[in-house]
């Protein structure tokens, strides 16, 4: 079983929607999350890092993180065109200097005009 | 924005031939790290730094060999390019102190060994 899952989809929606993307992860070492956007054939371009349970929004963005349950989500408001890419949930640990991060596989979202 | 650069962008090279892929990063970071990742799969850590002169080797084996003698660069270098070593490569860093654990990645390259 691997550390962190994620549903590979593809996620189809219209735009405007709200879009909700899942992670969950089996490490309860893990300190921090992020959550990266990467664009096909592009470098991985981080969108939310938080390091608690709870919510965190930036724009039409919401992190959520369930620590108890191991459980992290990422919400996308008012879904664009421009939104469709593969979304990467991405918990870390920082252990004797080592700062290790564990990536998912990701989810592939797709927003039809 | 984060300004981490990786050149080429596209390599394709034949069997046999050493390359070099070249990370520049000018946001100061003392930690980088060379990540592999092929379509559809996680991406895996195949060295990290965490400073000058300081190369370690990350979870996943690999045949590639890092340096660092300036704290902005982070080259890779494969010695003999074989089709097993056809990947993407991605370079990111992070500046690691105060908590701040954000990785930022380049564009990446995409490397084909025929």
């Known amino acids: 079983q691997k550390e962190v899952e994620q549903d590979p989809g593809p996620l189809s929606v219209p735009e405007g929607a709200i879009v909700s993307l899942n992670c969950t992860y089996s490490?309860?070492?893990?300190?921090?999350f992020m959550w990266y956007r990467q664009y096909s054939r592009k470098g991985p371009e981080l969108l939310m890092y938080?390091?608690?349970?709870g919510n965190k929004e930036d724009g039409r963005f919401t992190a959520q993180v369930d620590k108890s349950s191991k459980y992290i989500s990422l919400f996308i408001r008012d879904s664009q065109p421009s939104d469709s890419a593969t979304y990467l949930c991405?918990?870390?640990?920082?252990?004797?200097?080592?700062?290790?991060?564990?990536f998912g596989t990701g989810t592939k979202l797709q927003v039809i005009p | 924005e984060a300004d981490i650069y990786q050149t080429p962008r596209y390599l394709v090279i034949g069997t046999g031939k050493k390359i070099t892929l070249e990370c520049s990063q000018t946001?100061?970071?003392?930690?980088m790290y060379w990540y592999q990742q092929d379509p559809g799969m996680e991406l895996h850590l195949i060295h990290y730094?965490?400073?000058?002169?300081?190369?370690e080797k990350g979870d996943l084996s690999s045949e590639s060999t890092v340096s660092r003698i300036r704290t902005e660069h982070f080259p890779l270098t494969l010695e003999s390019a074989r089709p097993s070593h056809t990947s993407q490569y991605l370079c990111?860093?992070?500046?690691?102190?105060?908590?701040?654990?954000?990785?930022?990645f380049g564009p990446g390259t995409r490397l084909t060994v025929t």
């Open positions: 990111a860093s992070s500046d690691g102190s105060g908590g701040k654990n954000e990785q930022y």
């Open positions: 490490n309860s070492a893990f300190q921090y």
């Open positions: 938080t390091y608690s349970s």
């Open positions: 991405a918990p870390g640990v920082n252990s004797g200097g080592y700062q290790k991060v564990t």
């Open positions: 946001m100061g970071h003392d930690k």
């Open positions: 730094s965490y400073g000058v002169n300081s190369t």
